[in-house]
């Protein structure tokens, strides 16, 4: 058996934390676990709960005589190109030396969700036989990433994935009422929900499947507000193709149907756009066995052995 044919990978989102031990040459999970997020709990008791995970899915691995040399989380934040989160929409992760404190369990990289994610479909997914792809995950957030030659793009600082979040203002010009947001707001699986009135975006989904009026309506507008953004997108950055992933990306039927139609109808039609528009071919797991990917792109790990102290945030060495 290969020595370094398996990683750890864990996806750190808004919803879930969701774990696996990865075959690094197919992207087959050998093993697999999930616990809830509850991100309302915090960023101490968010790393608590990933860090009890590395360790199971670590001796899960044993058991199964796999050997396992690195670890890698790819959370729903911003991460720089040194691996730290700098951002706290959710995953208050801020301030925390992440990839330290989970190197107790195995050397580790960490990287954004959306990055791992794109990383997996470029290596076994619906980015395979493209030279550059943007990849697109939708899910309790809206973010994505340009992939060039297999390789997502970090930009400057780590934070070339925010495509949804800018403040949009706009007045009517009949009445001069404001209206403001973000895209996400609207396009994301809460934000179908709020819209809908019952939620989670699964029941939004299911609705518009048995042709309710306004389950229909609440999905056309989100993908229309969010098909623009990605029309822009495809026009500005000329890709082979758009892959659309994550837990509601990834959902078959109205949603990802109604998104393929809103991005044509708003490309530049200039010139013929034959661009693909395909859905991720590897669903929800795609984040999890990016992250273990990534760990082949990084040349030195942070893997110095920690004890970390969840509550107040203090390390010390155990070496």
């Given at each position: ?270 010139v013929d756009h034959p661009m693909p528009i395909l859905q991720a071919a590897l669903g929800q797991d795609a984040g999890l066995i990016g992250a273990a990917c990534a760990t082949l792109q990084q040349p030195e790990p942070a893997h110095r052995p920690v004890h970390l102290n969840i509550d107040n945030r203090e390390k010390t060495d155990v070496t």
């Open positions: 058996m290969q020595a370094d044919r398996h990683a750890l990978g864990i996806d750190v989102g808004g919803t879930k934390i969701a774990g696996g031990i990865v075959d690094l040459t197919s992207g087959a999970l050998a093993a697999r676990r999930q616990v809830p997020t509850d991100y309302g709990r915090g960023g101490a008791a968010i790393l608590a709960d990933t860090l009890a995970l590395a360790r199971d899915l670590r001796a899960e691995a044993g058991r199964l005589g796999l050997p396992v040399k690195a670890l890698g989380v790819g959370v729903a934040e911003l991460v720089d190109r040194k691996g730290r989160v700098f951002s706290d929409h959710r995953i208050r992760w801020t301030g925390l030396d992440v990839a330290e404190a989970l190197g107790a369990v195995l050397p580790c990289v960490v990287t954004a969700d959306v990055r791992a994610a794109a990383l997996a479909e470029a290596r076994f997914g619906a980015g395979r036989g493209f030279a550059d792809f943007y990849f697109v995950t939708i899910g309790t957030g809206v973010s994505g990433t340009l992939v060039l030659d297999g390789v997502p793009y970090q930009g400057s600082r780590g934070a070339a994935l925010v495509i949804a979040n800018s403040a949009n203002r706009h007045v009517c010009p009949d009445c001069g009422h404001v209206s403001a947001g973000m895209v996400e707001d609207v396009a994301s699986g809460p934000g179908l929900a709020a819209a809908y009135g019952v939620g989670p975006a699964e029941v939004v989904l299911a609705a518009a499947r048995r042709g309710d009026a306004d389950a229909i309506r609440v999905i056309t507008h989100a993908t229309g507000e969010l098909g623009r953004v990605l029309a822009l997108l495809a026009d500005g950055l000329d890709p082979e193709a758009i892959v659309i992933g994550g837990g509601l990306g990834s959902a078959p039927g109205p949603y990802f149907d109604s998104l393929a139609t809103a991005i044509r109808a708003s490309l530049w039609d200039g």
